[in-house]
């Protein structure tokens, strides 16, 4: 009995010990960036996996930031816009949460559970597009992860994260290329952005040009599978739940203003090539309702750059670098011409087909 006892002892010592040796091994390296752990070179300085776990590492960020100006998007607002460096907001603490494929639900869910913890709120910037408005658009899981209201439930959580195969994982292989000081290919910096060149530079190595990025591009998003843009209604649904993000933000004298963003002409041919012209018209006269609309997604100098080997504006069809994302905040704060264009601009539209030859060939190759 004695020795069954003691083979016991020595066994729950055993497994505590590597249990809490694994505990302390995931905290120190955090291959999620979600500790906030002391950066040690070769060891854990460089994160890879910060798009693994994005939604939960950036609902900690931003309660940490706890910002003045913030940005709520989907990848484009995520990838486009690096606040820390806009002119107007050098005096404010700012945070892009912008989040890979979220829609106006998701980011309605969001602030429903955050806005009373985050005190310096003055603005929220909204940034929009047509995809979220799908009305197959699937609601990402990773939603319901956390309950701000009960700490020790988020405790379980984030237990729930690192008790991982995936988790341990990442973790082996953060420790691992940082020692051999492997690049990263993606980054979510303090402020919450997406770094551009990182998401431009993995691309480019996938596909070897920037004709290829967009063909590729193109041909995920209007193939005939489900989801695909042939299939797309907008989502009543969704406009109400913009709705009630709105009301949630006027009702804590928030400041806010909401934009339809910019999309290369080549996808603006492509929707309107499948004959979705209508429910662009459509969308933009919903969202015209809102005071602080401003509407981005025309043919324009925003939207018109040729497709070459070497530009300066977008990366894919729809995802563009901060040079855009900054002029887009330009226009808000000047109240420009952009403001409720509802309409689709055909005399820019037909001068850019004349011009460029190489999405007009891009355009015939997949339609």
Request: glycine residues 2%.
């Amino acid at each position: 009995m004695n020795k069954l006892n003691s083979f016991f002892s020595i066994f729950f010592i055993f497994f505590f010990l590597i249990f809490f040796s694994y505990i302390f091994v995931v905290i120190l390296i955090d291959p999620y960036d979600i500790f906030h752990q002391t950066k040690f070179e070769k060891i854990n300085n460089k994160k890879y996996f910060h798009l693994e776990r994005e939604y939960v590492h950036k609902e900690i960020n931003l309660l940490r930031n706890n910002p003045n100006i913030l940005l709520l998007g989907s990848s484009s607002s995520l990838i486009g816009f690096e606040l820390h460096n806009y002119k107007n907001f050098k005096n404010k603490k700012v945070y892009n949460f912008g989040l890979s494929g979220v829609g106006p639900y998701e980011m309605n869910l969001y602030m429903s559970e955050l806005i009373h913890n985050l005190d310096n709120l003055e603005k929220v910037i909204i940034g929009l597009d047509f995809f979220m408005f799908h009305n197959e658009r699937v609601i990402r899981p990773q939603f319901y992860e956390f309950d701000y209201t009960n700490k020790f439930m988020n405790v379980f959580k984030l237990g729930r994260i690192i008790l991982t195969k995936s988790c341990a994982k990442d973790t082996f292989l953060t420790l691992y290329n940082n020692m051999s000081d492997k690049a990263v290919s993606n980054e979510i910096t303090f402020y919450g952005n997406l770094k551009s060149d990182l998401v431009y530079n993995s691309l480019l190595s996938k596909y070897g040009s920037n004709e290829e990025i967009f063909i590729n591009f193109l041909k995920s998003d209007f193939n005939a599978s489900k989801n695909s843009l042939q299939n797309y209604n907008i989502s009543d649904k969704e406009l109400q739940n913009l709705d009630k993000l709105i009301k949630l933000l006027e009702e804590n004298n928030i400041r806010y203003d909401l934009f339809l963003a910019p999309v290369h002409n080549i996808y603006l041919e492509s929707l309107m090539k499948i004959g979705k012209r209508d429910e662009i018209i459509f969308l933009k006269e919903k969202l015209a309702n809102f005071d602080k609309f401003h509407d981005f997604m025309n043919y324009s100098i925003l939207t018109d750059e040729i497709i070459s080997d070497s530009m300066n504006l977008y990366i894919d069809p729809v995802h563009f670098y901060p040079i855009v994302g900054n002029e887009i905040l330009d226009n808000i704060f000047k109240k420009s011409s952009f403001k409720r264009k509802q309409d689709l601009d055909l005399e820019k539209r037909y001068l850019w087909l004349e011009n460029d030859s190489v999405s007009s060939k891009i355009i015939n190759k997949i339609f």
